[in-house]
């Protein structure tokens, strides 16, 4: 079984800080842990992913993640947040076969002029 | 080109009516999926075919029927549409095997009235 849990459904920051979304995930076999991006009216797109090696991950649009097995974490970040940045945002984990990827409830990023 | 297309885009319906949507990918991937996005923004997955095997069936009524006529192809067929129905339905491909990076569709907005 897998499972995510991102803390906070809404997030505001100032344009300019630091942005920090959690994710928390649960699985019984090594995960792949994915943050995917929703713009209003379209689709999700991916910003980066966590398969084996390297802990932390970059991504597009200045985004990072770094996989914590110890803490079960995915948390993403991005040092200086653009008015672009505002968007939904869904941590997400893959484990075991059959492709079956399992969503977290998504993070509303508000940035504020 | 555009990578995961859906037809249509807006759906507006009456209760009780059937209606079909479908899915389209020139990616060339093996596996395929439709999820369901509610007003909250919550992803749930429904279905996923992989070379036109049904792999994953999720707790769906089954007025939703599947449909893959070829890889690249996956259709969503909803008989007797309820009120309940009402949500943004999102098609997404994957490479298969050990990948499960995701490409999603624009989605399409069914309202049902």
């Known amino acids: 079984a897998q499972s995510v849990t991102q803390l906070g459904s809404h997030v505001s920051v100032s344009e300019g800080a630091l942005v920090l979304l959690r994710c928390n995930y649960s699985s019984s076999v090594p995960p792949y842990l994915f943050w995917y991006v929703q713009y209003p009216n379209q689709g999700l797109q991916l910003l980066l992913k966590y398969t084996t090696g390297a802990t932390l991950v970059k991504g597009i649009n200045g985004f990072e993640a770094e996989f914590k097995k110890s803490e079960t974490s995915f948390h993403l970040t991005k040092p200086s947040a653009h008015m672009s940045d505002a968007a939904e945002y869904f941590c997400a984990v893959a484990a075991g076969g059959y492709q079956k990827v399992t969503f977290g409830i998504g993070t509303k990023l508000q940035v504020i002029p | 080109d555009t990578a995961v297309s859906q037809t249509p885009k807006y759906l507006v319906t009456q209760m009780g009516n059937d209606k079909s949507i479908k899915c389209e990918q020139n990616?060339?991937?093996?596996?395929m999926y439709w999820y369901k996005q509610d007003s909250k923004k919550f992803l749930k997955i429904m279905f996923s075919y992989n070379n036109k095997e049904l792999i994953i069936n999720e707790t769906v009524p089954n007025r939703f029927s599947p449909k893959s006529p070829d890889k690249a192809h996956l259709n969503l067929h909803i008989n007797s549409l309820e009120l309940g129905d009402s949500a943004v339905y999102f098609c997404?491909?994957?490479?298969?095997?050990?990948?499960?990076?995701?490409?999603f569709g624009p989605g399409t907005r069914l309202t049902v009235t």
């Open positions: 997404a491909s994957s490479q298969g095997g050990s990948s499960h990076e995701q490409y």
């Open positions: 990616l060339g991937h093996d596996t």
